[in-house]
């Protein structure tokens, strides 16, 4: 609760959504630069103090602004997305939940697989066909009838955070839960994966890479080998000066990415988020670099054997950043 208030004060909650909701408002590459800061310590952390509030949520209008908008920027509510199924993952257009309208509303059955935060959250983003080729967003509370809470399906990396199975039966919705229009869920869908991919994958991926090429800098500094430090050694220096030239290349990919998105540049294969796939790649490539070429030298006791599970996952690096923002790499 301690940091969740700091980070309230300091205008970091919510930092994506707007100000005239009560959020941070800021620019997409204001908040890469704070994602990638983020990045430097652990997932559960930061959706705990910085709030996970989805885009899709600004399409609220009227009585949802009051009802689920504000509260989840506030801090009072917490929202997840449900898109993924057991057979649609990436492809999203794949889903088979379905919602029916009916005089009263809508009635939704179907089910969920892999929804992050699921066991915190009070309300779920869920998409359903609301016809044949037809996909729609509803704003679904936990404790209506019908709606069952599976198991927590157990992850190699993100274990700070719960994933839920999640099960529709009959499920009676009012009018007022739909979010946005009828038939524009897979598009609000999309565009919260999207700046999933920009922020929460492609910034923090650098954040954690720049972290363990500071740990490895430190490393390179105090060992010592035939009476001088490894650090001295050339074969060392080139492989440092390799990663931090990717690390770069990976960061300034990401906040090209997110300046093109603040301009408005979204057009065929230069789109911010077909390039924001790029820093992910290099960033799971330079990790897998360093795991074979340098973190050998780490027994399994020391600090650094946690971070050879970011070839699962980029999220499982939980060691505190020593350093504030911005944080850039060091030459040797």
């Known amino acids: ?55 899709p949520l600004l399409e609220c209008k009227g009585a949802q602004v009051d009802r689920w908008l504000k509260p989840t920027v506030e801090g009072v509510r917490t929202c997840s997305i449900a898109i993924t199924e057991s057979g649609a993952g990436s492809d999203a257009a794949g889903i088979k939940t379905t919602a029916r309208k009916t005089e009263a509303g809508w009635v939704l059955n179907g089910s969920k697989c892999f929804i992050s935060d699921g066991l915190w959250s009070d309300f779920y983003l869920v998409s359903a066909k609301t016809g044949e080729k037809e996909i729609s967003m509803f704003m ?22 719960p994933h839920l199975e999640l099960y529709f039966d009959d499920v009676v919705l009012e009018p007022v839960c739909l ?35 500071e740990l490895m800098l430190d490393y390179v500094n105090e060992r010592k080998q035939f009476g001088q430090k490894i650090g001295d050694f050339q074969m060392v220096q080139q492989q440092i000066a390799d990663s931090v030239i990717e690390v770069n290349a990976a960061r300034w990919m990401v906040y090209q990415a997110a300046w093109m998105l603040d301009q408005g540049l979204m057009r065929g294969n230069r789109s911010p988020w077909s390039r924001c796939l790029q820093p992910r790649c290099w960033a799971r490539w330079w990790t897998a670099r360093f ?14 054997s946690a971070i050879t599970a970011m070839r699962v996952s980029t999220a499982s690096l939980t060691a505190p950043a020593k350093s504030t923002a911005p944080s850039w790499p060091r030459w040797p």
């Open 140 to 161: 679904v509370d936990k404790g209506l009838p019908g709606f069952t809470i599976g198991k927590d399906q157990k992850m190699m990396g993100l274990r700070g955070t």
């Open 179 to 213: 979010l946005g229009e009828q038939g524009q869920g897979f598009k609000l869908a999309m565009g919260a994966l999207n700046v999933v991919r920009l922020a929460q994958v492609g910034a923090r991926a650098v954040g954690k890479a720049s972290h363990v090429l």
């Open 291 to 304: 795991n074979s070429s340098v973190a050998w030298v780490f027994a399994r006791n020391c600090r650094l």
């Open 1 to 55: 609760m301690a940091i969740f208030e700091k980070s309230k004060a300091l205008g970091l909650y919510a930092l994506n959504i707007p100000e005239q909701f009560g959020g941070g408002g800021l620019s997409n590459l204001d908040r890469i630069i704070c994602e990638e800061q983020f990045g430097h310590t652990s997932d559960y952390l930061i959706r705990r103090a910085f709030g996970n509030v989805y885009e």
